[in-house]
C-alpha cells in the first residue's frame, strides 16, 4: 500500500513536471483544430497534480505510522516481559477450591499476555501478545514462550507456583458456625529468559 501511494505520487509530480509546449504539441498533433490551452489552466493543473502528490506522500507516512503503531519492536517486547517478570514474580493468588488445576496453563498464561500488554508502554501496541504454553507444564512448575507481532524476539518465562497455606482463606460458616471450606492459596516465584522456552 505505501510503495502504491508512492509510486502514485511519483507518477503525479512527473505528470506535473512536463512543459506547457509539450501538452500544446501533443495536443495539436491529436486534434489540431482544438483551441488553444491558456497557461493558467497549466498553473492550476500543476498545483493540483503538485497537491495530490503531496496528499499521497503524507497518506504513505499516516500509513507507515499506523502499521508501526500495530507491531512490537523487539526492545519493546524485551522491556515489557522485563517489567511484566517483575510484577508476577512474588504474587499470590487462590485456586479453586476443588483442587483442579487443569487451567492453571491457560490461566497464567492469560495473565502473561495482559501483564506485557500493560507493560509496554505508550508506543506499543494493546495487543498481538502470545504466551504458548510448553507441552510438558504442570502446575507446580510452568514455562510460556512470549512473543508478539512483529518483533523477532521470543522470550522465556518460567513460572514456579508453591502452595501457601498461611495465605489461604476460610469463608465463615452458616450462622457463625465455623466454615467447611478452605480456598488454598499459592505464591508465584516468576523468571523470564531470551529465547524460546
Not at 62 to 76: C, I, K, L, N, P
Not at 172 to 193: C, E, H, K, L
Amino acid at each position: 500500500m505505501v510503495v502504491l501511494l508512492l509510486v502514485l505520487a511519483a507518477g503525479l509530480v512527473a505528470m506535473g513536471c512536463v512543459r506547457a509546449d509539450q501538452v500544446r504539441r501533443w495536443r495539436r498533433s491529436l486534434s489540431p483544430s482544438a483551441p488553444e490551452v491558456p497557461d493558467s489552466a497549466f498553473v492550476v493543473a500543476r498545483v493540483a497534480l503538485f497537491g495530490m502528490a503531496g496528499i499521497g506522500v503524507f497518506s504513505a507516512f499516516q500509513f507507515m505510522a499506523v502499521v508501526a503503531d500495530a507491531e512490537w519492536s523487539d526492545d519493546e517486547l524485551s522491556h515489557a516481559v522485563g517489567q511484566a517478570t517483575e510484577e508476577l514474580n512474588g504474587t499470590s493468588r487462590f485456586s479453586d477450591i476443588y483442587g483442579e488445576d487443569s487451567g492453571f496453563d491457560e490461566e497464567f498464561a492469560t495473565m502473561i499476555e495482559d501483564e506485557v500488554v500493560e507493560n509496554g508502554g505508550g508506543g506499543a501496541p494493546q495487543s498481538g501478545v502470545d504466551a504458548g504454553a510448553a507441552p510438558l507444564n504442570k502446575p507446580s512448575g510452568a514455562d510460556y514462550t512470549v512473543q508478539a507481532a512483529g518483533a523477532d524476539a521470543a522470550f522465556c518465562v518460567h513460572v514456579v507456583r508453591t502452595r501457601s497455606k498461611g495465605g489461604d482463606y476460610e469463608p465463615p460458616g452458616i450462622a457463625g458456625n465455623p466454615g467447611t471450606v478452605t480456598v488454598p492459596n499459592y505464591d508465584f516465584a516468576v523468571t523470564s529468559r531470551k529465547g524460546e522456552c
